[in-house]
Each structure stands twice: as C-alpha cells, then as structure tokens.
C-alpha cells in the first residue's frame, strides 16, 4: 500500500509494480492534488553538492525514459546564476560533475548571460551555469501519466479515501478508510505535506517541515522572440530570491523562492493564495533583473506546499528498523524532480 497519489507516491508505486508487487495506491483527495498539483514542474540539475546533482541525473534519465513513453517535456533549460566567485567556481565543478555523468552543461560569464536571456540585467552577477537538457512538465499531465503506467501493470489507485486509522496485524495491517477496511502487508508513508500526520497514525514521529511557497503568472503584452528559461536568482544566506521561466510565449511564471520558513503550515489550513505582499516583492525582483520587459503585468498567484526535512534531504526507509514493512518516502520536495511552489 502506498499512501499518496502525487510524484513521490505514484513514483514508488511504479518503481514497486515494475518489480512485480501488487501495489495499490490510497489518496485523501485526488492524483496531484496536494503540493505536486501546485508545483510549477521545473526539472533541473544545475547544483553544486554532488549528492544533489546525481540525484538529479538519474531522475533525468528517468524523464527521458517517460518522454520516449508520451511524458510532455519542455526542454527549455535551466539557468542559475552567481553573485560571487566562489559560486563560479563550484559551478565550474558541477559542470565537471554533470559532464561526466552524461548531461550538457556550460559556465557563462555575466557578459555573455544576454546569449540566453536578452532582457536580463547582470549587474552584480558573476555568471551562471546553465543546463540546456533541463527545463518543465506539466504536474497534472505527469503524476496522470504515472498513474496510468501503474493501472498499466496492473496496480490500483484509491481515490478521496482518506485513511483514518490503523491496526496492526500479525503479519502486516489493516487500514481505516471511511469505506472496507484494506488489508495490505507493507506501507509506504509518501503522502508528501500529510506525511507526519499519517506517521503518528502509526505511532511514529517524523519531522518534515511544510514550507509555503507563492509563485505568479507574468502576462506580457508582446511575446517574446525567444524561449525564457528557468532562471533561478538566489541571494544566498538572505534566505529568499527570485525564479522565473516561460509558460507560454507571452507568460512567464515566477517565484519568490524561500529558504527558511517561519513556521510549519497545515496542509489542511493553509492560505493558498499569493499574499499581496508577496506580489509586491516579486515585482521589485523582477524589475531589478528584468527591467526592460515588455509590458509585463503581474496576474493570478497561487501557493502551494514545500514539505523538506531539517536537512533538506529525502528520507527514504523504515522510521522505525525494527518494523522494515512500514516504509517512508518524504521530504523529497526540493531534491527529484526539483518541484517548486
């Protein structure tokens, strides 16, 4: 049984199905209706630690499988840039990194960075490193696709059965849904910004940490005579920056991207909109980066859950080694596929 119906769940229940497990996937509410339904589905590699990077490159590999298979991918590429020289230089490592494992990747300098985006403005850039293999999917259209390929080989999804409660069994346990109680040997806890509220229906403790983030459609009022691609902007150690990337060719999507969080939001109660302050910071960021774009006019926003653990890495296993049959997957939302909200 995996609990949870977005990319990290319907990803392990494929992964299981593939090695032959009868899976069943179980959901509160629908397929991508928590934060990967809300993600703006950027995928890239363009990091600097070499776990993180590698991480990356298999999850590539992996898309470009599912592209073979009808999987929409907009390889627009993915740019991120430097305020320093010490940035430069573990960019200068990460392209090695990259390069050796196969994936496309060049340094720029702050003079040439008009080669890929013709409006930006590099002042107190250094560069960038960017990654035209990379770019977006759309998240609805993806964890579809995953579900499908589950069903495929044989698997079932469970929608808008919320579970409720748990008993254990001798060999395995049985689920409180509202509905026939589901009996199942093994449990995978991937239900993303929910994960520690199931964790404690089994008597476990797990701290993930639901960062809100905000992201706004960018209207312009003439298209773009190129392809914007992802560009992420981070001030580091301020603990907020600005990404921003094409959607259509007369929008654009950004973000004010958030390191720190003050608090830990409910998924069950958490505003879900773009707060009008946010709004405002956007566009002071987008002006400084992006000064000259034409006509550009900020329209709906939105916000979405970022779960990620207190080292801002997955967690992949048994919580507990003594029961390896309860399994949990979580806080992966800044690490495979690199979604954002």
Known sequence: ????????????????????????VLDGQSIASGSSGRS??????????????????????????????????NHIGYLRL?????QMELFAKSAEIQEQAGLRSRLYRANEL???????????????????????????????FLARMVRAQ????????????????????????????IDCDVVVNASGAWTPQV????????HIWPERHEAVVIHLDEPLDYTMPMVMDLVDGEG????????????????????????????????DQCEEQSKVKLAELLLERLPDL????????????????????????????????????AGAAATASNWRR
């Open 199 to 206: 964790a404690k229906l089994f008597g476990q403790r797990l």
């Open 294 to 329: 034409p006509g550009a006019r900020l329209g709906r926003g939105w916000a979405g859950l970022y779960p990620v653990s207190a080292d801002h890495r997955p967690f992949v296993g048994p919580l507990d080694a003594s029961e390896p049959t309860l399994v949990t997957a």
């Open 40 to 73: 703006v589905g950027v995928v890239g590699s363009q990091f600097t630690d070499p776990f993180e990077i590698m991480l990356r490159v298999h999850s590539l590999r992996r898309f470009r499988q599912w592209e073979s298979q009808g999987l929409g991918f």
């Open 1 to 24: 049984m995996v609990i949870g119906a977005g990319t990290l769940g319907l990803c392990s229940a494929l992964n299981l199905v593939e090695q032959g497990a009868r899976v069943t």
């Open 114 to 144: 008009r080669q890929l985006v013709p409006h930006i403005n590099p002042d107190g850039l250094k560069g960038g490193l960017f990654g035209p293999d990379n770019g977006f999917l759309d998240p609805h259209e993806m964890c579809n």
């Open 240 to 271: 907020s920056g600005l990404n921003f990337r094409h959607e259509k060719r007369s929008e654009l999507i950004a973000e004010i991207h958030k390191v720190d969080s003050i608090a830990p939001e409910d998924p069950d109660n958490y505003n």
């Open 154 to 181: 044989g698997g079932e999804i469970r929608q808008y059965r919320k579970l409720l409660g748990v008993r254990r069994r001798s060999v395995g346990y049985t689920l409180e849904t509202g509905g026939d109680p």
């Open 82 to 86: 430097a305020r320093t020289q010490k």
